[in-house]
Structures are given as C-alpha cells and as structure tokens.
C-alpha cells in the first residue's frame, strides 16, 4: 500500500510543484514590472510556501487519485492571491499600483464562480477540493480588508477575521461545526464581502461613501453569523447538528458540492449547488 500511495503522489506533487513555480514567476514578473519591496517578496514567497506545503500535506492524506480540473482553477486563484498579498505587504512600505492590484483580485474573485461550475461539470468534486476553495477564499478577504483597513481604519478587519474567529470558537464550542442548510442570502452576503472589498480598495468612491459601503457589508456578515450561530444553538442537539471536522486537514477555500455550510465556511460559498 506504500508503494501505491507513493506511486499516485507522483503526479499529485508534480501538480503541486507547478503551483509553486507559478507563484515565484508571478512574483518574479511583478518584481520586474512594478518592483516589490523586501515585504512584498517575503510574504509572496511565504504563502507560496505554505499553501504549497499545506496543499500536499491535504492531498497525501485525500487518496485522489487526480489532481482534477477544478483544483487546478483554485490553484490558480491561489497564485493571484499570492500577488494580491505581496501587493498589500509592499503597500506598507509604498503606495501600491492599484490598476495590478484591483486586475489580480478581479480574476481570482471571477475565478471563483469557475472552479465550483468545473468541478460539477467534470464530475471531480471533492472534499478536499471544496476545504481548498475555502481556505484561498477567506485568505483574499483577509488581504483585502487589511488593504483597506489602512484607508479606513483598523474596524475593516473585522471582515477578514470573522471567520477564523469563528473557527477558533468552534474549536472550544464544537456545536458550532454544526451543518447548515442551504441560504441564498448566506451567499448573497458572502459574494458582496469580496465585490465590496474590491471597489473601496480601488478607491473610485469618496471616502463616505466607501465607509457606508464596507459598513453595511459588515453589518450583513455579522447579521449572517449570527443567523447562522443562533440556528446551530436551536440544533444543538439535534441530528441537524452534525459534526463536519471531518474535513481534509488544510489551512496556509467552499463552493464545491460535497461542502457542508457551517459559519465558518458560509461566508466563501458564494456559488454553492
């Protein structure tokens, strides 16, 4: 048995191994375009290093026997995220480009409605596959609310952090892993963070009207966990209740079928079945 799960992590790694060669060649070419700072280099080759680590890690433990078409989109995403969050680390140090900015997280968030539909399509949803939506989903939502944290003020990140708050409540509460059922407005608000996040960082609204904006959206996310949370405290102790930490054991993204919606994942599945 060994020998077969070696033998099957061949083209697993390889797969693995040209998400990371992506991501140094994006963060080469926007060394070379834009020139990142020391911060922007450093954190791009760390989440380049951690999500290939961690992606491995998952997949040697999954047993898949393909990497699949609609992983291969996540990865892509990922490998945006990762120029996304170079960019906001150089923007600490220098005003960023906006227009490569805004251009990287416009794609990776259109990428998202992708990889759910590929995986539907060609029949390879997964488990893993849908943790790994997950996890590339609320790390770029992390990114951009501390982008914009810095134009507005340390409160945005509350958006970003919501959900690892969450899943570090779950941890202590493990009702809280509760499934969900299916909710158009759960989606509704979690593609508003993203889209939100995206127009005030490009900063084409006024400053009052860029605060109401991202506001509102917040106020929706907490009016979503909350929703969510108070259901999973009715259900408790139901059969509704049932534990999901059976996951694929994946952190540095769901919109992927065989994802169960709880709070901590609600806020990323924004194209669910």
């Not at 790994?132 to 914009?148: G, T």
């Amino acid at each position: 048995m060994a020998l077969n799960n070696a033998y099957d992590m061949r083209p697993l790694r390889h797969e693995t191994a040209v998400g990371a060669g992506a991501q140094l060649a994006l963060l080469g070419l926007l060394g070379m375009v834009i020139g990142l700072g020391p911060a922007g280099w450093l954190t791009g080759l760390a989440f380049g290093v951690a999500t290939w680590a961690a992606l491995t890690r998952a997949l040697r433990r999954s047993w898949l026997e393909s990497f699949g078409p609609a992983n291969r989109v996540t990865l892509a995403r990922a490998t945006l995220v990762g120029g996304v969050t170079a960019l906001v680390a150089d923007s600490f140090e220098s005003p960023p480009p906006v227009t490569v900015l805004v251009a990287l997280t416009t794609v990776a968030l259109i990428l998202d409605a992708v990889d759910g539909k590929v995986a539907r399509h060609t029949g390879t949803s997964s488990p893993l596959g849908a943790r790994f939506d997950m996890e590339v989903d609320a790390f770029l939502i992390l990114v951009l609310s501390i982008y914009v944290a810095m134009s507005l003020g340390p409160w945005v990140l509350l958006i970003g952090t919501m959900r690892y708050a969450f899943v570090a409540a779950a941890r202590v509460l493990p009702w809280l892993n509760g499934a969900l059922p299916p909710s158009t407005a759960r989606k509704t608000v979690a593609a508003l963070q993203g889209i939100v996040l995206l127009v005030v960082g490009a900063g084409v609204l006024p400053v009052l009207p860029a605060f109401a904006a991202v506001f509102v959206a917040l106020a929706l996310l907490v009016w979503s966990f909350g929703r969510d949370i108070r259901w999973l405290w009715q259900v408790r102790d139901g059969e509704a209740a049932k534990d999901v930490s059976r996951s694929p054991d994946l952190s540095p993204a769901s919109n992927r079928p065989q994802a169960l919606q709880t709070p901590a994942n609600s806020m990323n599945a924004t194209h669910a079945a």
